[in-house]
């Protein structure tokens, strides 16, 4: 497919050169920045240097298609997309086969595994975005942390782009063409950018709709991986390209300037940004103005800037760039699982990063990129060696981890680590406060004639469900269970730093609305439970208001004992019991703590997936809080159950006893461990006769 030249449409602008060792001094920054924050540096902006990474290609691919139209009348869109494979594909292929490989070994079957697969299969076709906000969600959260391919989320985006994109740029031109007057490319461009930068405000400011399929579609639309937000910043380096501020010839000061002002900002976003900013959005636009003064400023390359960012180190890294953004990511998150009690081991895996990153910009993008496919017969060939390798491995691993590898310890494993808690599965987790609807739609044992029980808190209240449910049954009580995640059932102001604002607000709501509501609700017993983490957590502030938040543990500590203890009196003044429950015992990162984490390896060896950790180790990490819980039960007259009881026998924590595997992941026990503490509980809610 070829498009002819509007010769007015092009012959006015002034092409940039094809090659520009300043741009590749840029993509040095660019991947440096990714490689450092994923490195754990102190750079909590790091990931925009894939937004930077995005201007540029808006930039290089536009100038590109531009140098061909002035100077053959025509783009040749198939031409177009056979380099852009040769450019991208092998080279990722590569990566994504060896990744998987390596994950069969390292990587867990109870779930790690199929993620990894099927962000592959996304990776391959152009889709990993999609996938990994289905599969991995928030990008600084821990399913995505643990996902070896989450990074091929903006390549995908950056494929997209490239896909549509001469497609617009050719239609524009052709049309400008035929019809004389009409706007161009210019004005298509910049119509699209602002709708997408109006896309990724309204996102990020936590645009939202009542109707839940409307906000699904709002939510992808608008989400950190959605290419729709993140359009305009292609769109920018397409602009500049396109000549919208070149009409006149910068002067070296005004170059010189340009450069400076752009690395300030790229400075400013590496320390401004961070995990809990709305992004993308407005804060989008110091990574992206800053790249963009930097590429008008390498247009009079005599400055200070351009000289620097086209130095030889700088350049050579930029040429590698592609293939160390491919590779750091795996050896991080592989180096992570296979040594997760070292602390060097991640930065050292992004330092040996380097060594197939060179190779294999050496030896597969190089040879590959400047191998010439004449014959339909040939390109079928190269295709299929790139696409079918690691299709197939992602599509066998991922057959392979959910059949457990058809081994029976795998598999024994598997059913106990897997499945959902009741609560999850009927849908009463993370979904709202507890109120008249979740009454009739949250309740187990409903025809019961005993005194409801309410089961309150986070994820580790919702963990007890199997438990509370049991003991309801035994004793004919209804059980109600509505818990929200992340979110303790205390009345203080709560707000984690790598959260939004809504998802904060969300659980303020929950607290207030659920303790509103059990003023009325029928008299009965209320079970409250929740992580302990919060109050010792640097990354979560706490204050008995919103206007003196503080993540110091002792002023944390001192606003829990306040917050529970009015909230306990609350709820008992409304004519209801309280039972408090402890925390679960938190293990240390490795070695079994988190049996989500099991891999395939481990599994086969002689000791599995256990860990082991002593009551006297435990209480040192959790003891400043079991006593506040301790000191509030007895302050208000309530009761207090403990779970260490029977997690840690003996003076032994252990993450397994016999063939029971006690915990599902690193904060939750499993089913069948809640299960087993049905008569603990029963035994709680008889003490408290009703």
């Known amino acids: 497919m070829t498009t002819a030249a509007p010769t007015a449409a092009v012959a006015g602008l002034k092409q940039p050169s094809a090659r520009r060792p300043d741009i590749q001094g840029m993509r040095a920054l ?3 920045m990714v490689v450092l924050f994923h490195a754990g540096a102190p750079l909590p902006g790091g990931f925009v240097g894939v937004d930077v990474f995005f201007v540029i290609s808006g930039y290089v691919i536009t100038s590109m298609l531009t140098r061909e139209l002035k100077a053959s009348g025509r783009i040749r869109l198939g031409r177009f997309y056979l380099r852009r494979f040769k450019r991208l594909t092998p080279a990722l292929a590569v990566v994504v086969a060896i990744t998987l490989l390596a994950s069969t070994l390292l990587l867990s079957p109870m ?14 076709l152009l889709a990993a ?16 942390e643990a996902n070896p391919l989450l990074h091929t989320w903006s390549l995908s985006v950056e494929e997209q782009f490239y896909f549509v994109f001469p497609l617009l740029l050719a239609g524009t031109w052709a049309f400008a063409r035929r019809r004389k007057g009409v706007p161009g490319p210019i004005a298509a461009i910049g119509l699209v950018a602002g709708l997408s930068f109006a896309l990724a405000v309204a996102g990020s400011a936590g645009l939202r709709h009542s109707n839940p399929y409307v906000d699904a579609v709002l939510s992808a639309s608008t989400g950190f991986y959605s290419p729709l937000t993140r359009v305009w910043e292609f769109a920018v380096g397409a602009l500049l390209a396109l000549g919208l501020l070149r009409y006149k010839r910068l002067s070296s000061g005004s170059a010189g300037m340009s450069g400076i002002a752009g690395i300030g900002l790229l400075a400013a976003s590496v320390w401004l940004i961070g995990a809990a900013t709305p992004f993308p959005g407005v804060w989008t636009l110091l990574p992206v103005i800053g790249t963009g003064l930097l590429l008008v400023a390498g247009t009079r390359g005599a400055n200070g800037v351009s000289r620097f960012l086209a130095r030889g180190p700088l350049v050579r890294i930029g040429d590698w760039s592609y293939s160390l953004y491919l590779w750091h990511w795996p050896f991080i998150v592989l180096a992570k699982v296979a ?3 070292i602390p060097a081991a991640v930065p050292l895996a992004a330092i040996a990063s380097f060594v197939p990153a060179y190779v294999s910009y050496r030896w597969v993008e190089q040879p590959i990129r400047q191998m010439e496919i004449r014959s339909g017969r040939r390109l079928v060939r190269v295709v299929g060696l790139a696409f079918l390798p690691p299709l197939a491995l992602a599509g066998l691993l991922h057959v392979s981890a959910t059949n457990g590898f058809w081994l029976d310890p795998v598999r024994s494993y598997q059913a106990q680590v897997t499945p959902l808690h009741a609560a ?5 987790h993370a979904s709202g406060p507890l109120d008249g609807q979740a009454v009739r739609d949250c309740v187990w044992n409903p025809s019961a004639q005993g005194a409801p029980v309410y089961l309150l808190g986070d994820s580790q209240a919702e963990h007890w469900s199997e438990g509370v449910i049991g003991a309801g049954e035994a004793l004919d009580h209804p059980v109600i269970i509505k818990t929200g995640g992340n979110c303790p059932l205390v009345r203080v102001a709560l707000d984690r730093l790598d959260a939004v604002a809504d998802v904060n607000a969300a659980c303020r709501e929950y607290v207030q609305a659920t303790v509103d509501f059990l003023r009325t609700a029928t008299p009965g017993l209320v079970i409250l439970s929740s992580a302990d983490s919060y109050w010792t957590n640097e990354r979560v502030s706490v204050a008995l208001d919103t206007g003196s938040l503080t993540t110091e543990t002792g002023a944390k500590l001192e606003a829990l004992t306040v917050a529970l203890r009015e909230t306990v009196e609350t709820v008992k003044e409304a004519g209801h019991q309280v039972v408090l429950v402890q925390a679960r015992p938190s293990f240390a990162s490795g070695a079994g703590a988190d049996p989500a984490e099991c891999s395939l390896v481990a599994l086969w060896s002689e000791t599995g997936c256990r860990s082991q950790m002593a009551v006297e180790e435990a209480l040192a990490n959790q003891g400043q809080v079991r006593r506040v819980v301790d000191r509030v039960a007895t302050d208000t007259g309530s009761t207090v159950l403990d779970p260490w009881q029977v997690l840690c026998g003996e003076g032994v924590c252990d993450t397994q006893h016999g063939a029971l595997v006690r915990y599902r992941d690193g904060s939750h026990v499993s089913v069948r461990q809640s299960e087993a503490m049905a008569p603990v509980f029963a035994a709680a809610i008889l003490k408290q006769g009703i």
Do not use: H
Request: charged share 10%; with cysteine.
């Open 111 to 124: 779930g790690a595994q199929q993620s990894a697969a099927k962000t592959a299969l996304g990776a391959m």
């Open 339 to 341: 040594w997760p009690t």
């Open 424 to 428: 999850a599965v009927a849908g009463c």
């Open 129 to 144: 975005n999609v996938v990994i906000a289905r599969e991995s969600g928030d990008y600084f959260g821990a399913p995505a």
């Open 30 to 32: 660019a991947v440096l």
